[in-house]
């Protein structure tokens, strides 16, 4: 692709990231993107240095509420798991989680407004609790309420943004 100029320009590529998936990318001209995030919590992690970043899309918050079979077929469905492969993923192309920009949205509090099952609390809980048994610090969240977002990682700047359904669009 050209501009005015004729100088040749790089494609944007935008990736989804769907519930229950992880990516991983070096590719400066993509975006990862998981949409439609509710009670499930998707995670940004980003390092300047390498310029790596990647995505998690889980929407429970521990395997062993699971037969094991299902817990091992998906485990980018859970916190535990997903977020244990999300680092080794990451540490496995050359990033350093000691460089880190991490970035959640999601837990929100989609079906059950009673409170009585509160998904979105327990994966947030989860969430907090698997990144400070890290020494790992979470440098920005949208967490809870009542709706959808969308998560979106730029890999090329490292910037996130996050689209409230309602409420716009936050940069950080």
């Given at each position: 692709m050209q501009d005015v100029y004729g100088l040749q320009q790089p494609i944007s590529v935008t990736t989804a990231v769907?519930?229950?998936e992880l990516k991983?990318?070096?590719?400066?001209?993509?975006t990862l993107v998981a949409f439609s995030i509710g009670s499930g919590i998707a995670v940004s992690i980003y390092d300047p240095i390498t310029r790596t970043g990647g995505m998690l899309s889980f929407v429970l918050p521990e395997s062993s509420a699971m037969s094991p079979q299902k817990a091992e077929h998906y485990p980018h469905m859970f916190a535990d798991?997903?977020?244990?492969?999300?680092?080794?993923?990451?540490?496995?192309i050359g990033s350093k989680t000691k460089n880190t920009k991490i970035v959640i949205a999601g837990g929100a509090q989609i079906m059950d407004q009673t409170a009585e099952f509160n998904i979105g609390l327990q994966n947030y809980k989860a969430v907090s609790a698997f990144f400070l048994?890290?020494?790992l610090i979470i440098d920005h969240e949208d967490i809870g309420?009542?709706?959808?977002r969308?998560?979106?990682l730029d890999i090329g700047s490292g910037c996130?943004?996050?689209?409230i359904l309602g409420r716009g669009e936050v940069h950080v």
């Open positions: 769907n519930f229950c991983i990318s070096r590719n400066p001209v993509e798991t997903g977020l244990s492969a999300l680092l080794e993923a990451f540490a496995g048994n890290k020494n309420g009542i709706c959808r969308t998560l979106s996130n943004t996050i689209q």
